[in-house]
């Protein structure tokens, strides 16, 4: 049997560009494949000038029936592999996975060497294994996209992060221990960015959005991260944040200036005000209502701010319309109403922020074609029991009080010491070190404390100052850059207009789910009195109810950029219901289906209510900038769009 032939068939109805690289792949000179004298197929390598078994030499299968037995596999949705070896392993761990009714379980194999696929593909029949709808080949040179397809599997359900496990093969964790270790901590950081993802939208979305429509002016007018691509290349630039470190060399910011890009986080600023210090960039991405007191009691105008699209409105609007911002990132949730209200596209592009004010920094001094790239002030850790700088508006919070709300984790500071940090302070340090691993710039740690080590040049500040940063930098010429773009008042009328068109969409739709709500009461207690008979005039109801709101576009689209957590538990309702479906009769079936039918519109009726005092908060900023860029004059068009929409407070009729 032509055993390449036969197995690349199989592969390339499911796989054809891992087929590809496999067909166009040669011979491996460092493998080779052997039949032992009990007929098995046994894998070798070469290393150190001889040959090694990476398979058993007796019985392949049976040595991976016992590797794969301390796998947790009874939870798991995917099985992460890696490690070629001979594929014994695959077949031993696709043949335990437990039964699935859902077509939900799936074993993927990550793999860069296509020759050693080939190897094994021309060796042994592996048909079955290729052609299972269970099994998934990621195949490619370049180890990022690998990563890109590990993070798309993992976040392919925003409302769901799946259960799994990994296996590395032992033999080839030694013949490939970069890799593997690469991948263990690229898995172990694309699950801790999704979970993360998935509680933070969860938890703060209101505010986001409440946010994201209050700065709709402000955005308007703010720069673009494409027009500052590489502006500052091989000029350096310097991170400054407010961990406790700080207090060693702030004074020496000072000199830094002219001479090298300062960004600092909002955390910071108090401290660096307080010393008469002025960053070039002030960097504000939480939305939360205690962020805004880091800011509050500050003069910040003259400072540019790097944003997020749902930094706290309060931040943006004391800092003014005509002060410049650069927005860094901008989410997707609710891209699809703004391009509405705005008529068009909105040229905003983003980068990946790593969760924080100070890797959002990073990432933007690398955007911007910074080298080096200076950390100040960044411990990530709680040297000496220490929180903050001097000067920070929490700088008194002790290490006590921390521990009393989260757990402490061991981990070692920039002199191999034991320093405690937070789980997310963890997760930003490892997100640090493995964007500073390609190396492809110079990363230096001046913070002259904390836990950034990895892939970063330890320097004192006045190190820094003196030996990198000796120059002077044109960074009055670059922050010219930043001046806020024009946008006609007609421009921001038109916006106006398609706000108020979508507020009035949004009183239609909350008065729709309050009609559906009281017809969605009315029919779960005809079906608690035992009543089924008006169950198609319900449905009839709902459906009449549904073509109305299709009519209301914006205000759907509003509604899907903060619907995750009532999406969410919808989801999670009907998995309970259909994991109980056996238990359960006919009639009881039908009440736990309109049970979460009742729920959902109750959700989606307290995001409707919740979404009308964003829209007049939205309104009443729009309507303060387009006065102030006006002089005080009310603009024609605006008085137009009231005409046209009517005024916001007019009372509506029943929808229904």
């Not at 993927?108 to 294994?129: G, W």
């Not at 401290?271 to 504000?284: E, N, Y």
């Not at 850059?481 to 068109?501: D, G, I, T």
Request: charged share 25%; aromatic share 10%; proline share 4%.
């Amino acid at each position: 049997m032509d055993f390449l032939a036969v197995n690349l068939e199989a592969l390339e109805r499911r796989f054809p560009k891992a087929a590809g690289l496999i067909r166009e792949a040669g011979e491996p000179e460092e493998r080779r494949a052997q039949v032992s004298r009990q007929g098995a197929t046994v894998y070798q390598a070469l290393r150190n000038g001889r040959w090694v078994n990476i398979t058993s030499g007796y019985n392949p299968r049976a040595e991976a029936d016992r590797q794969r037995e301390g796998l947790s596999l009874a939870e798991a949705k995917l099985v992460f592999v890696v490690g070629e070896a001979g594929l014994y392993h695959l077949e031993s761990i696709l043949e335990a996975l437990p039964s699935d009714d859902n077509r939900e379980r799936r074993l993927l194999l990550f793999s860069q060497h296509p020759e050693y696929l080939r190897l094994v593909l021309s060796t042994r029949d592996v048909r079955a294994l290729l052609a299972d709808e269970r099994f998934y080949l990621f195949l490619d040179f370049a180890r990022d996209t690998l990563r890109s397809a590990l993070q798309r599997v993992i976040q392919a359900d925003i409302y769901e992060i799946p259960t799994f496990t990994w296996f590395v093969h032992p033999v080839e964790e030694e013949l490939q221990g970069e890799f593997c270790q690469d991948f263990r901590s690229f898995l172990r950081l694309a699950y801790t960015t999704a979970l993360l993802d998935h509680h933070t939208t969860g938890a703060f979305e209101q505010w986001w959005m409440h946010n994201f429509v209050c700065n709709i002016p402000y955005l308007m007018q703010a720069v673009s991260l494409d027009s500052l691509a590489e502006t500052w290349r091989g000029r350096p630039a310097i991170i400054v944040g407010a961990g406790p470190s700080l207090n060693k060399n702030i004074e020496l910011l000072a000199e830094a200036k002219g001479r090298a890009l300062i960004l600092c986080v909002d955390t910071a600023y108090r401290s660096l005000a307080q010393r008469g210090i002025v960053p070039d960039l002030l960097v504000t991405l939480d939305g939360s209502p205690m962020n805004a007191e880091h800011m509050r009691e500050t003069d910040y105008k003259e400072v540019p701010l790097l944003l997020d699209v749902s930094s706290h409105w309060e931040i943006l609007s004391r800092h003014g319309h005509r002060s410049p911002k650069v927005v860094l990132s901008a989410s997707g949730y609710h891209l699809a109403w703004w391009r509405r209200i705005l008529g068009g596209e909105d040229g905003y592009t983003s980068l990946p922020t790593g969760g924080s004010v100070a890797t959002a920094a990073f990432s933007f001094a690398r955007h911007i074609g910074a080298d080096p790239v200076i950390l100040a002030g960044v411990d990530l850790s709680y040297p000496n029991g220490a929180c903050y700088a001097r000067g920070a508006l929490h700088a008194e919070r002790t290490l006590a009080e921390v521990q009393s709300e989260r757990p402490l984790y061991p981990v070692r500071d920039i002199e191999g010491n034991t320093v405690m940090t937070t789980a997310d302070y963890r997760y930003y340090l490892r997100w640090l070190h493995d964007n500073a691993a390609p190396q492809e710039r110079r990363y230096i740690n001046a913070t002259e404390g904390g836990a950034v080590r990895e892939g970063f040049e330890i320097k004192t500040l006045r190190a820094v100052l003196d030996e990198d940063c000796r120059v002077w930098q044109p960074v009055t010429a670059w922050k010219n850059r930043l001046k806020p773009r024009r946008v006609e008042p007609r421009q921001m009328a038109k916006v106006e207009r398609n706000l108020r068109r979508s507020y009035r969409e949004m009183k239609t739709a909350w008065r729709l789910w309050n009609a559906l709500a009281a017809a969605g009461k009315k029919y779960l207690q005809q079906l608690e009195d035992g009543d089924y008979s008006q169950t198609d005039a319900f449905l009839t109801y709902l459906s009449r109810a549904q073509l109305k709101l299709n009519e209301l576009s914006l205000a759907l689209s509003f509604l899907d950029a903060h619907s995750y957590k009532a999406v969410y538990t919808d989801i999670k309702m009907a998995d309970s219901i259909r994991r109980q479906r056996e238990e359960h009769s006919d009639g009881e079936k039908l009440k736990l289906s309109a049970r979460q039918t009742y729920n959902l519109i109750l959700s989606l009726r307290d995001l409707a209510r919740d979404s009308l005092p964003m829209h007049r908060d939205a309104l009443a900023s729009m309507e303060s900038v387009l006065k102030e860029m006006t002089d005080g004059e009310y603009p024609k068009s605006l008085q137009t769009s009231q005409r046209e929409y009517g005024d916001p407070r007019t009372p509506l009729g029943h929808a229904l």
